[in-house]
């Protein structure tokens, strides 16, 4: 098996010479190191590369290359290998001229290029080291040679074998698949037995499991202890920003902490493929990176965690609350924190429902991007969810084609966003339009597109995904958990009436006491990340004041509510 490549390119020969000594020094035994001059002698590289199925991991491009090819080489680079990190080379005093440095934050702002590396300056440059051992880590989780991979065997691509790699994803679990008929597949298939069972899960110590349930999945990922416990001191609903920020603030400080999820970690947050405005990120970072990280850390504390277990009841016993869920176990807690955020809205067309996981996705393009290269790719849905998706897919597909129902692109994307993707030129975005038809032969191949007027079109189509907004999970709820008019959470000064006690509602207390409301199901949240991330910290704070039997100082409650949205913004 050959080596993946780190190829850099630089047209001065001292500086290229330092980076590839640089590279030689410390990667040399686990990737093949090339370093070119010329820009187009490293196209062709790159092209012969991609034909015969080598892999390359980065390409480093000198900022100083002024050919056209030169100026153009980090951008061609998507298409031939998708999943190589792109970074340009600048000299360390790049930033005191001012229009070298907007040209290199206007590329990173349109998708051209990831990020920036500035030159090695010596011997030991841990900066530059640091740089190029962050492009290595996404690019192994990406092709999912980072250790600790579980293998799915299954028939075909479809199907249950889908379900449980969207399972994996969902519980961070780093997973590849294979056919059955591969000779990868039939050696995992002969190691596991003649008893076998289609799909198969086979685990990182060489066991495995037949056709297993996404319960048994979430049992095998949370650990025998988690599960043999039956009563905390906080139980958090829902594993997304603000369910996995109070799982760390709550176990670092001593909580004991359960947090229960009826899918996996990140909730709508995984459909975010780049991050790129959130703090301390700068060069950005994938909505489920970001979630697998937190929930590292929450593990870490001490934290457990029970994914795919639906929570079906609140109720209070006593001075505990508790929880009943859908296998029949209860916990208890003396708080619990509602995180549970919105779920997709569907696009209620029958013929696109039944081609679910074969074409039509609801959340964006985690895993089946590369899957789509030279391929026709649809986004239905305008915020920056849609964006974000439409930009990545652009790396893969020949096409990608953004559908939004509304008039104008800047109406519920950020503007960074609207400028990147109106300057990807296979990137088409149609107004006024909206999906009401499709389907194909066992897999997407056809969509039925509406326009303003009311004329219908049909257009070939191989992958749809739909990010038309959500709806906050409060179904199960008791009744006695009081909602405003789109079935949000009311919480703190807003809960008015249904408050049942002399005490005020503390700032995100719900009409239920010791019972809070954080992230994108509170009604008036702010539906960012780093919103949904404060308020999961500000509510493990206002839980120490519910055990404390304190009343927190922070004024009246209106003006406590205002400002943990300052805080959390």
Known sequence: MRLPVLLAVDDDRDALDDVETQLARRYAHDYRIESLGDPDEALRMLQELAESGEDVALVLASSTLSSEAGRHLLERVRRLHPHAGRALLVPADVWTDQSTADAIRDSMALGRIDYYVPRPAGRFDEVFHEAISSFLLEWARERSVVPQTVHVVGESWSGRAYELREALGQCAAPHIFCLAESETGRDLLSRAGPDAKLPLMVLPDGSSVSDPSNAEIAELIAGRAVMEQDDFDVLVVGSGPAGLSAAVYGASEGLRILVVDEGGIGGQVRSSSLIRNYLGFPMG?????????????????????????????????????????????????????????????????????????????????????????GKEAF????GNSAGQAALHLARYARHVTLILRGSSLGAGMSHYLVQAVEATPNVEVRLGTTVVGGGGDGHLQQLVLRDSSGEDETVAADALFVLIGARPHVDWLPPEIARDAHGFLLTGADVGAHWPLKRSPLSFETSMPCVLAAG???????????????????AVQLVHSLFAGEEPHFGTPAEATASAETASA
């Open 285 to 373: 970072i994938s909505g489920s990176r970001l979630a697998e990280q937190a929930y590292e850390q929450a593990v870490s504390f001490g934290a457990g965690f029970l994914f795919m277990h639906r929570v079906t009841a609140l109720a209070r016993s006593g001075t505990r609350l508790v929880l009943s869920i859908e296998d029949g176990r209860r916990v208890s807690a003396r708080a619990v924190i509602l995180a549970t955020g919105a779920t997709y809205r569907r696009l209620a067309v029958p013929s696109l429902e039944s081609l679910r996981g074969a074409g039509v996705f609801y959340g964006g393009p985690a895993s089946e991007a590369s899957a789509l290269k």
């Open 379 to 382: 986004i239905a849905g305008g």
């Open 520 to 538: 994108d199901v509170r009604h008036g949240s702010v539906k960012r990340v780093a919103s949904a991330v404060g308020a999961g910290a500000i």
